[in-house]
C-alpha cells in the first residue's frame, strides 16, 4: 500500500504543480496520501502556502478540481480501482512552529 500511496502522491503532486489552472489553487504541496486498502478512497494531506483564507481558498479549488484529478491517477497508474480524493489540510508545520515558539519563549531554544 505505501507504494500505491507514494504513487498517487507524485501524480497529484505533479498535476497539482503543472496542469491546474484553478486561480483558488495557490501553492500546494502535497505531503501524503492514505488510501484505504480496497482502494475506494484515498485521504490527500496538502500544505499550502499562506494564511487561513489562502488555504480555505485552495481547498475549494482542489476538490473543484477533484474528477481532473482522480482522472490523471486512473490514466497514469492503471490500478484495478481509482480511489475517490478527499483532500485535507496538513497542519504538521503549524503544529511545529508552536512548539518551536513555546519554547523560545521558556529558553530551551536559543
Known sequence: MRRVDEAV???LADAIAEELKDPRVGFVTVTDVSTSPDLTSARVYVSVLGDAPDR???LAGLRHAHGYLQGRI???LKLRRTPTLE???DDTTDRAMQIEALLRQRGDLA
Open 87 to 89: 483532500f485535507r489540510y
Open 56 to 58: 480555505e481558498a485552495s
Open 74 to 76: 486512473a490514466q497514469e
Open 9 to 11: 502522491r507524485q501524480v
